[in-house]
C-alpha cells in the first residue's frame, strides 16, 4: 500500500542519514501524527534545525 512505502522511504532515509530511528527528536508542538514529524526529527538530529528555546518548532509559520 501507499503507507507502507512511504514508512519504507522514511525509514531509508532515516538510515541514510545514520539514525536509527527519527521519532526520538520531538519538539513539544509536533505530534506523531503532524504530516511531515519524521522529516522534522530527521532534521533535528542532523542538526539542521533547531527549534525554539521553549522546545517548540512552530511547523506551521512561515521560515524567515
Known amino acids: 500500500t501507499t503507507k507502507d ?3 519504507q522511504k522514511k525509514q531509508q ?3 541514510f542519514a545514520g539514525l536509527e530511528s527519527a521519532s526520538a ?3 513539544n ?3 506523531s501524527r ?3 514529524a519524521e522529516e ?3 532534521a533535528a538530529k ?3 534545525i533547531n527549534g525554539y528555546p521553549d522546545g ?3 511547523p506551521d509559520r512561515n521560515v524567515t
Do not use: H, N, P, T
Request: glycine fraction near 8%.
Open 5 to 7: 512505502l512511504e514508512k
Open 13 to 15: 532515509v532515516a538510515q
Open 25 to 27: 527528536a520531538k519538539f
Open 29 to 31: 508542538d509536533v505530534g
Open 34 to 36: 503532524y504530516w511531515a
Open 40 to 42: 522534522i526529527a530527521i
Open 46 to 48: 542532523m542538526g539542521w
Open 56 to 58: 517548540s518548532f512552530r
